[in-house]
């Protein structure tokens, strides 16, 4: 089951935080966040880990609340090169390495 | 540079025609992956490679194949391409532990005339 992401899209200003949900019908071993640009392959933003902590550098951090099934992604003060598509990847069993990705959340930053 | 590579960058192929793309990685990756992503769409997984173990996904159609002959190649073969099969083609890599993190060759985009 492909977990999904809200919102679909959204647009924002530079300097503008933006909140990006991610949400599974299955309990969650872990999540990774990636962003992909046009034309480009996904790139890897960082990993949570069932038990683990609260996650972030600079100024994009994740959570993920396992009772929930859920993980959102926070990006602060946002700046141009944050454009692109966010998903999410889910993996639902500890060992499998089976990673299933998210509905997507096109984000567009203007300045 | 350790990475992941993915030849050819473009390929296209007629109606039926078979037809390889291939990945190799030089970081020793034991985990692969083979996912076809549609424009505007999300990458959908269809094999992946635990070490030797080969997983198939349910939803993968039989005209799918995969071949990984050692750590550092994998293959995926279309028997028989449709239109409906033009798509970026995502290979991955992950080692197994705590870091996990995926990393993604550039995709081969397939045109099927």
């Known amino acids: 089951q492909q977990p999904v992401q809200s919102p679909q899209a959204v647009i924002l200003r530079e300097g503008e935080d933006a909140v990006i949900n991610c949400s599974s019908s299955?309990?969650?071993?872990?999540v990774h966040w990636y962003r992909q640009k046009h034309g480009e392959a996904p790139v890897f933003l960082m990993i949570?880990?069932?038990?683990?902590e609260q996650k972030g550098h600079e100024k994009i951090s994740a959570s993920f609340n396992e009772k929930k099934q859920q993980s959102s992604l926070y990006l602060t003060a946002s700046q141009l090169s944050y454009s692109g598509t966010y998903f999410c990847?889910?993996?639902?069993?500890?060992?499998?390495?089976?990673?299933?990705f998210g509905t997507g959340t096109r984000l567009k930053v203007l300045a | 540079d350790a990475m992941v590579i993915q030849n050819p960058r473009y390929q296209v192929t007629q109606f039926g025609k078979p037809v390889t793309l291939s990945c190799s990685q030089t970081?020793?990756?034991?985990?692969m992956y083979w996912y076809q992503q549609k424009s505007s769409q999300a990458p959908k997984l269809l094999f992946h490679?635990?070490?030797?173990?080969?997983?198939n996904e349910a939803d993968t159609p039989d005209n799918f194949q995969s071949r990984r002959p050692n750590t550092s190649f994998c293959f995926l073969d279309i028997r028989s391409p449709g239109l409906g099969d033009a798509a970026m083609y995502l290979c991955?890599?992950?080692?197994?532990?705590?870091?996990?993190?995926?990393?993604f060759g550039p995709g081969t985009r397939l045109t099927v005339t």
């Open positions: 970081l020793n990756h034991n985990v």
């Open positions: 490679y635990y070490d030797k173990d080969f997983n």
């Open positions: 299955k309990a969650l071993y872990s």
């Open positions: 949570l880990l069932k038990g683990g």
């Open positions: 991955a890599t992950t080692r197994t532990g705590d870091s996990r993190e995926q990393y």
């Open positions: 990847g889910t993996d639902t069993t500890s060992g499998t390495y089976k990673y299933i």
